[in-house]
């Protein structure tokens, strides 16, 4: 694998993308690109994947270690070196393989070895998040259409409306591109690479830009606002100065559900695919599906520009931004709130403001998700013991405090800022030594008594009674049996786990 590319000192790599409007010869030839780098990935696949199933048949066989056949490697130079030796007698490619920019191939390789490489850190536990399994072949039907041009004549035209690709040569774009032009003849920008894709019904490219980072001056840099984030507002903004702003939620998915309905209907109707018996889907399914993801790409586009509105508008303004670090994933799983979540896009608003706010070189405090910044009292400090989600304003009878609940822990994340610079320990400071809240508020409301868990309310079944009263210990004879497990007095434990080795 090669090293990974580091921008200059004082330059960062950017992404400029525009839609294109080819004509039907370059139509084709975009398509013939992308079918290449598929038609390369797959190959790459199968290629590497051959020799472990040959390996296992010959195990199976029972052939040496040493005598079987050696594994094949899947990094980038050896896929590029097998494929160029075989791409001219292959009858996979032998006919057609010069139609296409080399790039094109070097993409499905590329994306092949990468591949290769997420499932083998997943499954040694290099790598984090959900497990990787092997990677499958691409089918024609489902394949994204991509490729990624690193060599040759990349270019944008001087017209602003024209961009060069190689092999594709000189294609129209939808829209001005004197963005990108205007950073690249005064030489503050080179072009690193482009990739064109097709997203519903159009072809975009997207340059990688090496540009010279621009560090903006914010309205107010001494400022610091604490962002809570919400559903039914979008987000609830306390600045230091005292001043509160409520965002709005667009809700972009709900003035789409009643066409979204009608048109998921319309396809439910329709003969569709079936992986069971193999049935293929049919023309006016394939239609109708279109008309209903031309719906949902439409409400991602409304809320990706929503989005981006909203965190710019903050960057520019606030020197500092405090946010919580919430349990989207958690939240997902909630089957009231999972679509309002998904439709605000917290997590794509934290990505935002933290990237934007590194441009400017403004710091991003994110607060601890045990936090209790809803139940804390911005004014006196006093931590409720339990504030339920339907209690939308927070009333506090020793100071007086009535306030609504989002606003109320949007002060406390202000003040958040505050306490990680000077250590004041206002709000949940980090640095301070933990001091028990009133009422055991830092500690589980909910209590269980010794040997009762398991079961909401501390019930438990009678099964898991009786474990919680036995000592559970497995021994190489006993294991070799079906139910190969030992109960014990508590009494000796530590005599009977003691394994054959240790007696001898």
Wanted: glycine share 8%; aromatic share 6%.
């Amino acid at each position: 694998m090669s090293r990974k590319f580091k921008p200059r000192p004082g330059c960062v790599v950017q992404g400029y993308r525009f839609a294109l409007d080819p004509n039907a010869g370059q139509e084709q030839a975009l398509r013939s690109h992308c079918g290449a780098a598929r038609a390369a990935y797959n190959w790459a696949v199968s290629w590497v994947t051959a020799s472990w199933w040959q390996r296992k048949a010959e195990a199976s066989y029972g052939v040496a270690e040493e005598e079987l056949t050696l594994w094949r490697s899947w990094s980038l130079p050896s896929l590029r070196r097998e494929f160029n030796r075989i791409k001219t007698t292959d009858p996979r490619f032998a006919d057609w393989w010069q139609e296409n920019s080399k790039e094109a191939y070097n993409t499905g390789l590329s994306n092949a070895a990468v591949a290769f490489d997420n499932y083998a850190k997943s499954k040694q536990g290099k790598r984090k998040g959900a497990r990787v399994g092997v990677p499958r072949r691409k089918t024609k039907q489902k394949a994204r259409l991509a490729c990624r041009f690193t060599t040759g004549t990349i270019r944008v035209e001087p017209d602003d409306r024209h961009v060069t690709l190689p092999r594709l040569g000189r294609i129209r774009t939808h829209e001005s591109t004197v963005k990108l032009l205007a950073r690249l003849r005064a030489h503050a920008a080179r072009i690193l690479s482009a990739t064109i894709q097709y997203e519903q019904g159009r072809w975009f490219v997207s340059f990688q830009v090496e540009t010279a980072r621009e560090i903006t001056q914010v309205d107010r840099p001494d400022a610091a606002v604490g962002i809570d984030l919400g559903v039914k507002h979008l987000a609830v903004l306390a600045d230091s100065s005292g001043q509160t702003r409520y965002e709005p939620n667009p809700k972009h998915l709900d003035g789409a559900l009643k066409p979204l309905r009608f048109r998921s209907r319309r396809v439910s109707r329709r003969q569709g695919p079936d992986r069971r018996t193999g049935q293929k889907q049919s023309k006016r399914w394939e239609k109708a599906n279109r008309e209903r993801n031309r719906i949902h790409y439409r409400v991602a586009n409304l809320r990706t520009d929503a989005l981006h509105k909203f965190t710019t508008r903050v960057r520019a303004e606030y020197g500092t931004v405090v946010l919580e670090d919430l349990n989207v994933a958690g939240m997902l799983r909630n089957k009231r709130l999972a679509r309002r979540v998904a439709d605000a896009g917290f997590g794509e608003i934290r990505r935002q403001l933290t990237y934007k706010g590194r441009r400017n070189s403004c710091p991003t405090i994110v607060a601890n998700r045990w936090n209790p910044t809803s139940k804390t009292c911005s004014h006196c400090g006093a931590v409720k013991a339990k504030l339920p989600l339907h209690v939308r304003v927070f009333t506090r009878d020793t100071c007086g405090l009535v306030l609504h609940r989002d606003e109320n822990a949007a002060r406390n994340l202000v003040a958040l800022a505050a306490a990680c610079t000077a250590g004041t320990g206002v709000a949940g400071d980090q640095d301070t030594p933990r001091v028990s809240k009133p009422r055991g508020a830092d500690r589980k409301t909910r209590r269980q008594r010794p040997g009762r868990g398991g079961q909401a309310g501390g019930a438990s079944l009678s099964h898991q009674r009786r474990r919680k009263r036995e000592t559970v210990v497995r021994t190489p004879e006993r294991n070799m049996h079906r139910g190969g497990t030992v109960t014990d007095l508590p009494g000796e434990n530590a005599r009977n786990s003691r394994s054959p080795r240790d007696s001898e």
